[in-house]
């Protein structure tokens, strides 16, 4: 840190001065000439700072180093269109145990190529290659990614227990570089099985998730926006599980993959919940434990969209937060962790006002969020747990009494929201029953009673009409859309009308059901019951071991022990106090 903070103060002031290191007089050829020039600049600039002549010196030379390559590099790919490539490798994996290398490569080759050498010169089985915070596609070439001369670019080493887990299906849009990360692969088809399912069946068979807002109502988005929300959610859930247990590189390809089904998500969408910011703070933070601070533009952006999404979420003074929650102290950990790493930014760009700017709000939220730990016996001899005793009395600033009134008022609130989804459950199951009876086949029994919010007589109005239903110039343009599909008219009519207008769930409706759409003259029998094949023994397996890592407290994200942020607290500031300020 302290090198990369001296570094990039001395290039601010080499460009502020005009000074070019890789022309006379400090080029190779004038050496012995240029000596006395290199080390004058040397004593004026570690006056400046002040830190030693021999120090600064040292560090314009490595400056002066780079400079010269890098002029070189452009040299190269001018003349033969071969790039350098700068690579951050995994700790311990480079030669002598450097952190860096380069490597020469055409930018019109497949990414494969280049992750072929990767793991031939650096001994890697299973990785990802990250270049700005989206994975290389292995199969698509490098230019076309934006892999450019003097890229660089992180390799992220999948661990060998998610490696020798096997991938049963690809996900939808799974690249050839996926095959060096099975447990990524797992996780999205784990999640994509429970975004398509809607609860009409068994829970206990077939769990599923379901999108609700902070107070547990359900949420009403479209459908392809519910599965790509779901699927972000549960990738950034896995990625947490990973980052718990200090797998960083395990828990960024999650993190990331997480990021890309985010960005399928309406701004809308984005702006009502706060998952999106807390998702780039822990891709920062994992940028932070993998050393990767050469990633400094794209933490820098991710952490500029974690506070615009909590500031649309929570209100510029946390107004909606304190609405829907009366408090907004749990939260603040949050921007803990925003100002820290900031702060941490600031400092190895060589912007050390910022970072002392950063760190001192840093250390004020620090000061407010670690709990007394008399308060915290007392509160566990109560029979409240250490996340719950820990939360609630930083929601209530400390007040005691307060805070055992809180954590009781909030386990019968998420008691009530149990009952309340058995009972919602109850009804679906009943009718359900009530619909297949009738005769209906069971898909389009579930799509009617979603449509009509659980009752069963608008249920039957709906697959009546459905059944019954002439098209109108409003649908004219989705039954052409169907029909191009190959899709027979009066099915996509009936499809259209039984979903209420949803092109894509009535194009789902039709591929499951061959074509057609179920109807009263179609035994249940017939038609395969929902999770008969959701219910198979891999597909259990999946859906089991994603369901492992989501929290059962839904302020799990909030509970930081503030440990790491205790140890990078006093980090920066160690290096800070070495530094004076200027």
Aim: with cysteine; charged share 30%; glycine share 8%.
């Amino acid at each position: 840190m302290a090198e990369q903070n001296l570094e990039a103060k001395l290039k601010k002031l080499l460009k502020q001065d005009k000074i070019q290191l890789w022309k006379e007089p400090y080029t190779d050829e004038q050496q012995r000439a240029g000596s006395g020039h290199m080390q004058e600049l040397a004593e004026r600039y570690g006056a400046m700072l002040r830190l030693s002549g021999s120090e600064v010196a040292g560090a314009l030379e490595l400056i002066r180093v780079q400079a010269l390559k890098r002029g070189q590099r452009n040299h190269t790919f001018r003349e033969t269109d071969v790039a350098t490539l700068e690579l951050l490798l995994p700790r311990g994996c480079g030669k002598d145990g450097k952190s860096r290398m380069f490597m020469e490569s055409r930018l019109d080759v497949c990414a494969q190529e280049l992750m072929d050498r990767i793991a031939r010169e650096v001994g890697l089985k299973s990785f990802k290659v990250i270049l700005n915070g989206k994975t290389l596609n292995a199969g698509l070439r490098l230019d076309r990614q934006g892999v450019g001369n003097h890229s660089k670019m992180m390799v992220l080493k999948v661990s060998s227990v998610a490696a020798a887990q096997s991938a049963r299906h690809d996900a939808d849009d799974a690249s050839p570089s996926t095959s060096r990360d099975h447990s990524v692969q797992r996780t999205h088809r784990g999640f994509q099985i429970l975004s398509e399912r809607d609860g009409t069946e068994d829970p206990e068979t077939a769990p599923f998730l379901e999108v609700a807002d902070q107070k547990g109502n359900p949420l009403t988005i479209p459908r392809e926006e519910k599965k790509a929300l779901i699927l972000a959610m549960g990738l950034h859930e896995k990625g947490r599980a990973l980052m718990k247990r200090k797998l960083y590189d395990d828990a960024l390809c999650h993190l990331l993959q997480a990021d890309l089904h985010f960005s399928r998500c309406g701004s809308g969408l984005l702006g009502a919940v706060d998952n999106y910011g807390v998702l780039q703070l822990d891709v920062v933070w994992c940028y932070r434990a993998l050393e990767a601070l050469s990633c400094l533009e794209d933490g820098r952006e991710r952490l500029r969209r974690a506070e615009d999404c909590f500031l649309r979420c929570y209100g510029e003074r946390r107004q909606r937060l304190l609405s829907i929650k009366g408090s907004s102290g749990r939260e603040e950990a949050l921007f803990l962790r925003l100002h820290l790493l900031r702060s941490l930014l600031a400092f190895v760009d060589g912007d050390d006002p910022q970072a002392r700017q950063q760190l001192d709000r840093a250390e004020s939220l620090y000061a407010g969020l670690c709990p007394d730990a008399d308060k915290m016996t007392e509160l566990m001899l109560l029979g409240f747990s250490e996340r719950e005793a820990r939360l609630g009395l930083r929601a209530c600033g400390g007040d005691l009494h307060e805070a055992s009134m809180l954590i009781a008022n909030q386990r019968q609130e998420r008691e009530e929201l149990r009952r309340r989804e058995r009972e919602k459950r109850q009804r679906t199951e009943a009718g359900l029953a009530i619909l297949k009876e009738a005769g209906y086949a069971p898909r389009a029994a579930a799509a009617a009673l979603r449509r009509a919010d659980g009752d069963v007589e608008r249920a039957f109005r709906i697959l009546l009409d459905a059944s019954q239903t002439i098209a109108t110039p409003d649908t004219g343009e989705k039954v052409s859309q169907l029909l191009y599909l190959g899709f027979e008219r009066s099915a996509a009519e009936a499809a259209l009308a039984l979903t209420g207008g949803d092109i894509h769930s009535a194009t789902e409706l039709l591929m499951d059901n061959g074509g057609s759409v179920p109807s009263a003259t179609t035994p249940p029998s017939e038609e395969e019951e929902p999770g008969a094949s959701s219910g198979s023994t891999d597909e259990s397996e999946l859906v089991n071991e994603v369901l492992e890592d989501i929290p059962s407290h839904e302020d799990d994200y909030l509970d930081l022990t503030l440990e790491e942020e205790l140890l990078l607290i006093n980090t920066i500031k160690t290096h800070l106090e070495r530094t004076p300020a200027q």
